[in-house]
Nanobody, 114 residues
Framework: QVQLVESGGGLVQPGGSLRLSCVAS????????MGWYRQAPGKQRELVAR???????NYVDSMKGRFTISRDNARNTVSLQMNSLKPEDTAVYYC????????WGQGTQVTVSS
């Protein structure tokens, strides 16, 4: 079955960096769009970035220039490098696989605070 396992979250000071990773299994990873979403307390889940099977990427405007999504098809892994983090980036970050049905990971907490 499809599994998505995130890692890399934690507590970081404003201006700091974190790298999130998501290891996927149960499907042909290289053929599908993968994404990262986030959900802050009291807010709806929102798209952060997506990467298509051919490597094309798109980002929500507020993350452009700070976040970078990448994929390693040999390792079935999608990553999100987050730089210049702000307190408003605090959220649970979820990996997403855009298959016939959407699949979600369990989420990883990112807290940006001094």
């Amino acid at each position: 079955q499809v599994q998505l396992v995130e890692s890399g979250g934690g507590l970081v000071q404003p201006g700091g960096s974190l790298r999130l990773s998501c290891v996927a299994s149960g499907f042909r990873f290289s053929g599908y769009t993968m994404g990262w979403y986030r959900q802050a307390p009291g807010k709806q889940r929102e798209l952060v970035a997506r990467i298509f099977s051919g490597g094309y990427t798109n980002y929500v405007d507020s993350m452009k220039g700070r976040f970078t999504i990448s994929r390693d098809n040999a390792r079935n892994t999608v990553s999100l490098q987050m730089n210049s983090l702000k307190p408003e980036d605090t959220a649970v970050y979820y990996c997403y696989a855009d298959l016939d049905f959407g699949y979600w990971g369990q989420g990883t907490q990112v807290t940006v605070s001094s």
